[in-house]
C-alpha cells in the first residue's frame, strides 16, 4: 500500500464516451443459447440467475405464508394438520431467509450492479463467481430433497434438542443450509477483492457509491459469520448421525449451546440481510433527489460499525433462556448502540430529500415506503432490547412482526427499490409507472395490515409458532389474513407488468433517472463488458452540481497525443489502486 | 392512556407488571413521536421540493456536524434511559425475594405438571396464594420449553436437566392464562394451562383437598374429572376426530394395530400399561410423544379413567 500514497497523482488523457443508445449488442444478447448461460462468467448473468432463482423461493416462501396465514384464519384446526402446519411455517421461515433474504442483494443485484459501479469489466474472480452461483444450486438442491422426503418441522432455528429429536429430515436440510454458506463466503471473499483491486482510475475510498461501502460491509459479515454456521450445523449432524453429545442433555451436551452458536451467526446475518439495502436506499434516494447525499462518511462508516457491534449482539435472543444477568445486561447495552448507526441513517436519508427536486418514481416509492416501515421495526427493535419489555415480549407475535418489519419492510422494501432502479440497466426496457405505483401502493397497504395487529396481539401475549390460539386473539388474525392476501395481489402485479415489460416494454434510456453514478454512464442495457472504455472518475457519484459530460469519462483512445477527438481533454486523476 | 394500555397489554395482575407496562408506554410514545416527525418530514419534502423540471438543481449539502451530533446524541441519551429502566426491571424479575413460596414445575410435551410442598400434585392448573411471592423452580423432561404468563409479565425457559427459576407476586384473586412459548413440536400449542391466585385461606383449602378423591363421585364421573384434570384431552378426543394420541371413542376392546404391525386389543391391561409407560407399545401412525404418568395416578385413579374409556362409544 505505501507505494500508492507515493503516487497518488497521475496524469491521464481523457475523453468523454457518452453511452450509446439502443446499443445494438449488448450482454443479454453478445451470446445466445441455454449453454451460454449456464457457462457463462458474466457478473451480470450470474446477477441475473441469482434474481430468477430467488424470485422463484420468494414466490415459494410467499405461497407457503399465505397458506399459514390461511390456517390462521380460524383458532381451531381448519384444513392443515398440526405437523403440516410447522412444516410449513419451517419452510417458509427457512427458505425466505437463506434462499431469498441472504443472497437477494449481495448475490443478484450486487452481483449486477457492483462491478459497473466500480468501473470494473468483472468481479476479481468471476470463475468463482459462477461456482458461487453453481453451490447455491447444489444447496436449494438438497434442501428441496430434503423437503421432498420428509419435511423440517424445527422452525427456522433448529433449536435443540428438539431438532435432534424429531423424526423429520433435519440433517438432509441442514446440509443443504451448510452448502449454502459456502456461496455465501464465496460471493463475499469476491466483493472484497474486486472493491480492493478493480476500481476504475480516479476512483478512490471517498468516491466509493454508498452502495458498494454496503456491499463491502456485508461482504465482511458474511466471510467472518458464516463459518460459524456451518460448525454449528455440522455439530448438529454429528450429534445427529454419530451421537456424540454436544447439544443434546440426554448425551450430556447442553442445548443453550446450540443457540449461542446458533445466533453468532444469525445476528450478524440479520445484517447480512438488511445492510446491502442500506446502500440500495441511499442510492436511490439521492439519484430521486437529485441532490448529493447528506453525510457521505457517516452513511459509508455506520455500515461498518453496523457490521463490526452486530458481531457482538447474539445474547439479546436469549433473554429469556437461562444466560447470566450480567450477560444479558451487556448484551442488551450492546443492543442499543447498534440502533444508532441505523438512527443515524435514516436522518441522512431524510436530510438528503430535503431541499432536493425529488421525483416520485417507483424506485423513490418504494425507498420512501421502506423509511417509514424499517423505522418501525427500528423502534420495535429498542422494545425488544429493553430487558424487561423483552421478558414479556420474547417469542410472541410482537418479535414475528418486528422482523417482518425489518426484513420484509426494510430488506424487501429495498430489493424492490433497487429493482425498479436498476432494471432498466438489466434488461434496456422500462416498466409501467403506473401499475409499479398500484403494486406498490397495495404492498404498503397489505403490509401494514399484516403486520400492525400483530405487534398487538403479540404485545396481548399471543406467542409464536402456534397452530392453534385462543379466541381473544382472532379478530387480529384475521386482519393480518387480509393483509397478507393484499401483499399477495400486489406481488401478482407486479409479476405481470415486469413480465409485459421483459415483452414489450418501452425501450430504456442509458440514463433514464438522470444519475451521476457510474452504472448509469454506459449504455441500457450494459455492454458485455460494461463499458467499451476504461472509465476514468474525477468527481464522486452524487456531486449533481457537476456537469453530466464529467461524469462520462475514460481513458482516450488512440496513441500519444494523436488527439482527433475533439473532446479529447487532460485531467489529473487520484488512481494508484489499479495494477 | 389507559385505553390504549388496555387494547395494547393484557391486564397487569403482578407486582413486576406495573414497571415493564411503563417503560413500554414510554418507548411507545417516544417512538410515536419520532415515527410522526419522519413520517411528516418524508411527505412533506416530497410535497414541497416536489421535482418542478428537469432543469431544477439542488443545493450541495454535503454534511452538518451540528446537527449530526444532535441526531446521533440526542437518541444514544434516549436509549441509554430506556437501557437503564429495562435492566432495573429485569433485576427485580431475577432477584427472588426470600420468603418466596416454592412449587416446583415440570415441562412435558405437552404439559405442565405443579408439584407443591405437601406432596400435592396438578396438572396443567397452577394454584398460587395472591399477594404472596411465589417462586417456580423449573425444569423440563424432553425439550426446551418456556414458562409464560402474559398477565404477570413473566416468562423464562424450562430446560432439560438444568433448573431454571422464575418468581412473581400477584396482586388479585382471579385466573390468567400460562403458555408455552418455545416451540416444542406438534401439540405446542396445545400445551396451555392456567393460574389461579387464591386469597391466602382459599389456597391453604386448596392444597389441603386437591388430591384427595371426592368419594361421592362413581368411578366413571371420577375417570371424567381425571381426564380434565391431568391434560388427556390436549391430545385425545371423546368424539372420535384425530388428534395427537387415538381417540378414545369406541376405543374399549378395540383392535389396535402396532407400529411393528402387531395388533393388540384395547384391554385394561393394555390401557394402563399405557398410562404407565406410554411408549411401550405406540399404534401404528402415531409418534411416542405421551409422558409418563408413574407417580402421577393411584392406581384407584387408573381404574376410574379406564371405567370412564369403557363408556366413550
Not at chain 1, 459462477?130 to 422426503?149: C, D, K, N
Not at chain 2, 416530497?46 to 431544477?56: A, F, G
Not at chain 2, 405437552?110 to 397452577?126: A, D
Request: with cysteine; hydrophobic share 45%.
Amino acid at each position: 500500500m505505501s507505494h500508492m500514497e507515493t503516487s497518488a497523482l497521475k496524469r491521464l488523457q481523457v475523453q468523454r464516451f457518452k453511452p450509446e443508445e439502443n446499443p445494438e449488442i449488448h450482454y443479454l444478447n453478445s451470446e445466445r443459447g441455454l449453454w451460454s448461460w449456464l457457462s457463462t462468467v458474466d457478473h451480470k448473468r450470474i446477477g441475473l440467475m441469482y434474481l430468477a432463482s430467488i424470485a422463484i423461493f420468494f414466490f415459494i416462501g410467499g405461497v407457503l405464508a399465505l397458506v399459514l396465514r390461511t390456517e390462521l384464519l380460524s383458532p381451531a384446526q381448519s384444513f392443515l394438520d398440526a405437523d403440516v402446519y410447522n412444516q410449513v411455517f419451517t419452510l417458509h421461515g427457512a427458505i425466505m431467509i437463506f434462499f431469498f433474504l441472504v443472497p437477494s442483494v449481495p448475490a443478484a443485484l450486487g452481483n449486477f450492479i457492483l462491478p459497473i459501479q466500480l468501473g470494473a469489466k468483472d468481479v476479481a474472480f468471476p470463475r468463482l463467481n459462477l461456482a458461487s452461483f453453481y453451490i447455491y444450486t447444489i444447496g436449494t438442491v438438497f434442501t428441496l430433497v430434503a423437503i421432498i422426503t420428509g419435511a423440517v418441522d424445527t422452525g427456522w432455528t433448529f433449536y435443540t434438542p428438539y431438532s435432534t429429536e424429531t423424526g423429520t429430515n433435519v440433517l438432509l436440510m441442514t446440509l443443504g443450509i451448510f452448502i449454502l454458506g459456502f456461496s455465501s463466503i464465496l460471493t463475499g471473499v469476491n466483493f472484497i477483492v474486486t472493491i480492493h483491486k478493480m476500481r476504475a482510475p480516479g476512483m478512490t475510498w471517498s468516491k466509493l457509491p454508498l452502495n458498494v461501502w454496503s456491499l463491502y460491509a456485508t461482504s465482511i459479515i458474511q466471510v467472518l459469520a458464516t463459518p460459524v454456521l456451518a460448525i454449528t450445523l455440522l455439530l448438529l449432524v454429528m450429534e445427529r448421525a454419530l451421537g456424540i453429545g454436544i447439544f443434546d442433555p440426554a448425551l450430556g451436551g447442553d442445548p443453550v449451546l446450540f443457540q449461542h452458536f446458533f445466533w453468532f451467526y444469525s445476528h450478524p446475518a440479520v445484517y447480512i440481510m438488511i445492510v446491502p439495502g442500506f446502500g440500495v436506499i441511499s442510492e436511490v434516494i439521492s439519484t430521486f433527489s437529485r441532490k448529493h447525499i447528506f453525510g457521505y462518511w457517516a452513511i459509508a462508516l455506520s455500515s461498518l460499525a453496523i457490521a463490526f457491534i452486530g458481531f457482538l449482539v447474539w445474547g439479546h435472543h436469549m433473554f429469556t433462556a437461562g444466560q447470566s444477568s450480567l450477560a444479558s445486561m451487556v448484551f442488551s447495552f450492546l443492543t442499543f448502540l447498534v440502533g444508532i448507526p441505523t438512527g443515524i441513517k435514516i436522518f441522512n436519508w431524510l436530510a438528503t430529500m430535503y431541499k432536493g427536486s425529488i421525483d416520485l418514481k417507483a424506485p423513490m416509492l418504494y425507498a420512501m415506503v421502506f423509511l417509514f416501515l424499517f423505522t418501525i421495526g427500528g423502534f420495535t427493535g429498542i422494545m425488544l432490547g429493553a430487558l424487561s419489555v423483552d421478558i414479556h415480549l420474547h417469542d410472541t407475535y410482537f418479535v414475528v412482526a418486528h422482523f417482518h418489519y425489518v426484513m420484509m419492510g426494510g430488506m424487501v422494501m429495498a430489493l424492490l427499490a433497487g429493482l425498479h432502479y436498476w432494471w432498466p440497466k438489466m434488461f434496456g426496457k422500462m416498466y409501467s409507472e403506473v401499475y409499479a405505483r398500484i403494486s406498490c401502493a397495495l404492498i404498503f397497504i397489505g403490509f401494514n395490515l399484516a403486520f400492525l395487529p400483530q405487534f398487538v396481539m403479540g404485545a396481548q401475549g399471543m406467542p409464536r409458532r402456534y397452530f392453534n390460539y385462543i379466541d381473544q386473539f382472532q379478530p387480529f388474525h384475521q386482519l393480518s389474513t387480509m393483509g397478507a392476501y393484499i401483499m399477495g395481489v400486489g406481488f401478482v402485479i407486479m409479476f405481470f407488468y415486469l413480465l409485459h415489460s421483459l415483452v414489450r416494454g418501452e425501450k430504456a434510456a442509458s440514463n433514464p433517472w438522470g444519475s451521476r453514478a457510474l452504472e448509469w454512464q454506459t449504455t441500457s442495457p450494459a455492454a458485455p463488458h460494461n463499458f467499451e472504455h476504461t472509465p476514468v472518475v474525477i468527481h464522486g457519484p452524487y456531486d449533481y452540481h457537476k456537469p453530466m459530460s464529467e461524469f462520462q469519462l475514460g481513458i482516450a483512445h488512440g496513441h500519444h497525443g494523436e488527439s482527433h477527438q475533439p473532446e479529447t481533454l487532460e485531467t489529473v486523476a487520484e488512481t494508484g489502486t489499479r495494477p | 392512556m389507559d385505553k390504549v394500555l388496555e387494547f395494547l397489554l393484557p391486564p397487569a395482575k403482578s407486582t413486576i407488571a406495573g414497571q415493564v407496562d411503563g417503560l413500554f408506554i414510554f418507548i411507545l410514545a417516544v417512538s410515536a413521536v419520532l415515527l410522526v416527525g419522519i413520517s411528516f418530514a418524508i411527505i412533506y419534502f416530497s410535497w414541497k421540493y416536489k421535482r418542478r423540471s428537469e432543469q431544477d438543481t439542488t443545493p450541495v449539502i454535503t454534511h452538518n456536524t451540528k446537527l449530526e451530533v444532535a441526531w446521533s446524541v440526542i437518541p444514544l441519551i434516549l436509549v441509554m434511559i430506556v437501557f437503564g429502566w429495562g435492566f432495573t426491571g429485569y433485576m427485580n424479575m431475577r432477584t427472588v425475594p426470600t420468603d418466596a413460596y416454592e412449587i416446583r414445575v415440570v415441562g412435558k410435551s405437552w404439559l405442565w405438571e405443579f408439584h407443591y410442598e405437601n406432596g400435592t400434585v396438578s396438572v396443567n392448573e397452577l394454584h398460587v396464594p395472591a399477594n404472596r411471592p411465589v417462586n417456580l423452580v423449573m425444569s423440563s423432561n424432553d425439550v426446551i420449553h418456556s414458562f409464560y404468563i402474559p398477565d404477570y409479565r413473566v416468562k423464562r425457559d424450562v430446560l432439560p436437566n438444568r433448573y431454571s427459576n422464575v418468581w412473581f407476586e400477584a396482586m388479585e384473586t382471579g385466573e390468567s392464562v400460562i403458555f408455552c412459548t418455545e416451540y416444542c413440536g406438534r401439540a405446542h400449542s396445545n400445551m396451555i394451562a392456567t393460574v389461579t391466585a387464591h386469597s391466602e385461606s382459599d389456597f391453604e383449602n386448596w392444597l389441603a383437598t386437591a388430591n384427595v378423591i371426592d368419594e361421592s363421585l362413581s368411578p366413571v364421573e371420577l375417570g371424567k374429572e381425571l381426564i380434565a384434570k391431568n391434560g388427556c384431552n390436549a391430545c385425545h378426543s371423546v368424539d372420535g376426530s384425530r388428534m395427537v394420541g387415538p381417540s378414545y371413542k369406541g376405543s374399549w376392546m378395540a383392535e389396535r394395530e402396532l407400529e411393528d404391525g402387531s395388533v393388540v386389543t384395547v384391554d385394561a391391561n393394555y390401557l394402563r400399561e399405557s398410562i404407565l409407560e406410554p411408549n411401550a407399545k405406540i399404534g401404528a401412525g402415531y409418534d411416542p410423544v405421551m409422558p409418563s404418568y408413574q407417580g402421577l395416578l393411584s392406581d384407584r385413579e387408573i381404574d376410574a379413567i379406564i371405567e370412564y374409556i369403557k363408556t366413550i362409544d
